[in-house]
């Protein structure tokens, strides 16, 4: 846990997940509960652990908590109006527990509150609030925020604007929360570093995390930026600055996101679902124009220096990325978020700095990106999500239209992001309309390649053989460097094995002490004639010494001890060569009765620094 604070001059970031609603209507007897637990199932994929909604009633504040996935309420709340708040949480203080799970109601039962983010000085404001005797029934630092608004209501400030205003200023961290007020029928909510939109209709007002809950329901939005109090009574809205209560004014954008059923489509995960899908939103990212792309192309041609910058597997596709550009001799380097402080200083405003994120809201990129934007450094992103925190921090965004990707690991956003980056280094040197070929091309081969039942059948036979095998390695070279790390990313995230990904030209250099009898070694072969020769070469190596060898590659080989076929995807190999590998992890995933959705420790662009 990090504080608010510079450090190293950057400025550090913590977005917790959880996933934060809030509905009010001023048609009387709207079903909330259901609008409500609708919103959390969209936002589950920001925390699964537990969930709760509170609705506010005649009699009071009705209040159904929940561990595990978002299901159905046991009972129906009485006589309720329409005004409600909701929380799927992922666990930071606290465990998991129906007490620590939000909402949280103040002691005169008068308000409750819902948190995303971490109050920093927890501890300390606890204390200052057991000596002034309120009794903490939860383990959770959100408590603190519910005890200091009733503390500012009862002994100072005379309404809950001012209470929740006062609170937002005593805490420390980035926490965003919502308080349900039952007296006055208002919700407040203040942004700060997490999440935060309002959606807006003539008869309602819902307030989410992101706009998945929104879709098909609110015609506008607003983004909500940090320090920023939003106030909703009935389907009135008023924006404030919670540093100075000063009334902002804003705009409602129409929401013209497509409204995507967050369902599985009759798949049985949403990762097999998401997995499949690539073949379409390879294209979908790449629907825009050379015109459209024009004002990235002039920045890149003109920029000194190109960075790519990413976390994880948005690292992967910045990676790749980054070669397409060195490729066309633009001098490129990727960057991993965690690992770019050194080059910060290096950069400056002849620079540009290519980010790339599904979520746009992943904190290692955020603070390394918001200390570039200090020195002027010129912001290109490349994000999935809607409205995003980086979307709205760049110069130029754009978005890889894949639809929500739900799955915790990553998968259409990562070919989707690279199919994207090859065309836009594609139209640098004139080549929009051949790489757009190129990419059907790609589409047309993922199209027959997962028609094809064989191809599934010889995954899932491997995939029963990995069952036991304790170690695995993926050896790629050049793009397939990048595809390895990927690829050991994917199995390691949601099947809890042991693998690495390693340059094929590393192993001679200290990996090959690892390979044993029987050790399971995965060869990602493409690319050009000597880079496979390289690739086959340390897998001739491998198996000398007594290795499984399987090749991913669209020839055979005597190398190989078993080949998974997959098609040639040529200069966009890492989209077609990474398939068989998402297909694995899944297979794996449910021999090893794991929920590849829902890996344990993780949740979707979670940064706890
Ligand atoms: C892996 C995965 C993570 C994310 C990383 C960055 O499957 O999902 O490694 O890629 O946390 O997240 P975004 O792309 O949202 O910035």
């Not at 005890?147 to 980035?174: C, M, P, W």
Request: hydrophobic share 40%; aromatic share 8%.
């Amino acid at each position: 846990m990090i504080p608010h604070t510079e450090r190293h001059g950057v400025l550090r970031y913590t977005e917790i997940m959880c996933g934060i609603i809030g509905y009010s209507s001023i048609e009387e007897k709207k079903p909330v509960e259901g609008i409500l637990l609708d919103g959390l199932r969209s936002m589950e994929y920001r925390g699964y652990d537990s969930w709760g909604v509170a609705i506010a009633t005649k009699k009071g504040v009705f209040i159904e908590k929940k561990i595990g996935p978002i299901s159905q309420l046991n009972s129906k709340p009485i006589d309720s109006f329409s005004l409600g708040i909701g929380h799927t949480r992922w666990a930071t203080h606290g465990g998991v527990t129906k007490t620590n799970a939000h909402p949280h109601l103040s002691s005169d039962d008068r308000f409750v509150v819902v948190q995303n983010g971490i109050v920093e000085n927890f501890i300390e404001l606890k204390t200052k609030l057991q000596t002034l005797g309120y009794a903490f029934k939860t383990q959770t630092d959100t408590e603190v925020i519910v005890h200091l608004i009733h503390l500012e209501l009862q002994y100072g400030k005379k309404n809950l604007h001012d209470a929740v205003r006062s609170t937002f200023l005593q805490l420390s961290g980035r926490n965003t929360f919502v308080v349900m007020d039952r007296e006055t029928k208002t919700i407040m909510a203040i942004r700060q570093g997490s999440p935060l939109v309002v959606g807006r209709s003539p008869n309602s007002v819902m307030l989410a995390s992101d706009t998945l809950p929104l879709l098909g329901k609110m015609p506008e939005v607003i983004f909500i930026d940090d320090n920023q109090l939003v106030e909703i009574h009935a389907a009135k809205i008023a924006i404030y600055d919670a540093k100075t209560g000063k009334k902002i004014l804003f705009e409602a954008k129409p929401l013209t996101q497509k409204v995507e059923k967050i369902d599985k489509a009759g798949f049985d995960h949403f990762m097999i679902k998401e997995i499949y899908e690539q073949e379409h939103t390879i294209i979908d990212a790449t629907s825009y124009s050379e015109v459209e792309l024009l004002p990235a192309v002039k920045k890149i041609k003109k920029a000194r220096h190109v960075y790519t910058l990413g976390a994880g597997t948005a690292a992967f596709a910045a990676g790749h990325i980054a070669r397409f550009l060195r490729e066309i001799n633009i001098f490129t380097q990727e960057l991993r978020a965690y690992e770019a402080a050194s080059y910060l200083s290096l950069i400056d405003k002849r620079d540009i700095v290519l980010v790339v994120s599904q979520s746009g809201e992943t904190a290692d990129t955020l603070e390394v990106v918001e200390f570039l934007k200090k020195k002027k450094v010129t912001i290109i992103s490349i994000v999935n999500m809607i409205g995003s925190t980086l979307s709205r921090l760049s110069d130029l965004s754009y978005l890889s239209r894949t639809g929500p990707e739900i799955c915790v690991a990553s998968t259409k956003a990562y070919t989707a992001q690279i199919a994207w980056g090859y065309l836009l280094a594609q139209s640098i040197i004139g080549n929009y309309q051949q790489a757009k070929k190129q990419i059907q091309d790609v589409s047309n081969k993922l199209h027959h390649y997962f028609q094809t039942k064989q191809n599934q059948q010889v995954l899932k036979k491997l995939a029963k053989k990995l069952v036991t095998a304790e170690h695995f390695f993926v050896l790629g070279k050049e793009q397939h460097f990048y595809s390895a790390l990927e690829a050991a990313l994917k199995i390691k995230e949601i099947t809890y094995k042991h693998i690495e990904g390693f340059s094929a030209g590393e192993l001679k250099h200290g990996v090959i002490a690892l390979i044993e009898k029987g050790s399971y070694i995965f060869g990602v072969v493409g690319g050009e004639e000597s880079k496979r020769n390289e690739t086959l070469n340390a897998l001739a190596e491998v198996k000398a010494r007594g290795a499984i060898v399987v090749g991913i590659a669209s020839e055979p080989s005597d190398f190989f001890d078993i080949h998974i076929a997959v098609p040639d995807g040529k200069e966009l190999d890492s989209i077609t060569k990474i398939i068989p590998f998402q297909l694995l992890a899944y297979y794996l995933a449910l021999n090893l009765k794991n929920n590849p959705d829902k890996p344990r420790s993780l949740a979707k662009s979670v940064t706890v620094k």
